[in-house]
């Protein structure tokens, strides 16, 4: 079975909970839009949250707070939009679809980010699953005995 760390892009660009909302802000713009991982330097880089567009429009903007000011301890989803990189990739398909995300960040077992996974990298995935059993013939698939005829409509 595949697992998200399987799947997942290592090495993934994160930031500080001291992060400004202006430096996030301009890094979603330039990364694509999607949440940006949350983490803590001084406890082993382990994944404190994440930012998304939502929290910078209702936590910051519809509050009139200065977004220079403001930094990500102060509006970070503390939510558990992540998975982790034994779970499997339904898993991170039903946190996608729960929280509206294209991305999840990926932590292992002590909660150290290690990836992420894009919405895009299973679609692929499963894509590739799906031609692999597409171009199978029928009699692999199904055994046919010498003497017998099946119809596969």
Same mark, same amino acid.
């Given at each position: 079975?595949?697992?998200?760390?399987?799947?997942?892009?290592?090495?993934? /660009?994160?930031?500080?909970?001291?992060?400004?909302?202006?430096?996030?802000?301009?890094?979603?713009?330039?990364? @694509? @839009?999607?949440?940006?991982?949350?983490?803590? /330097?001084?406890?082993?880089?382990?994944?404190?949250?994440?930012?998304?567009?939502?929290?910078?429009?209702?936590? %910051?903007?519809?509050?009139?707070?200065?977004?220079?000011?403001?930094?990500?301890?102060?509006?970070?989803?503390?939510?558990?939009?992540?998975?982790?990189?034994?779970?499997?990739?339904?898993?991170? /398909?039903?946190?996608?679809?729960?929280?509206?995300?294209?991305?999840?960040?990926?932590?292992?077992?002590?909660?150290?980010?290690?990836?992420?996974?894009?919405?895009?990298?299973?679609?692929?995935?499963?894509?590739?699953?799906? %031609?692999?059993?597409?171009?199978?013939?029928?009699?692999?698939? /199904?055994?046919?005995?010498?003497?017998?005829?099946?119809?596969?409509?």
């Amino acid at each position: 079975m595949t697992r998200c760390g399987d799947l997942m892009k290592p090495n993934p /660009i994160c930031r500080l909970l001291s992060t400004s909302v202006k430096d996030l802000a301009i890094a979603m713009k330039a990364e @694509g @839009g999607g949440p940006l991982p949350i983490v803590d /330097i001084n406890n082993g880089n382990r994944l404190v949250g994440v930012i998304t567009y939502q929290d910078l429009v209702h936590r %910051v903007l519809a509050e009139g707070k200065d977004a220079v000011k403001t930094r990500a301890l102060d509006v970070l989803s503390h939510q558990k939009q992540f998975c982790k990189s034994d779970d499997s990739i339904s898993r991170a /398909i039903t946190l996608m679809d729960h929280y509206h995300i294209c991305d999840l960040p990926v932590v292992d077992a002590s909660l150290r980010l290690v990836g992420t996974i894009h919405q895009g990298d299973i679609t692929r995935h499963l894509e590739e699953a799906e %031609v692999a059993l597409d171009v199978t013939s029928a009699e692999d698939l /199904i055994p046919v005995d010498d003497h017998e005829v099946r119809t596969i409509l």
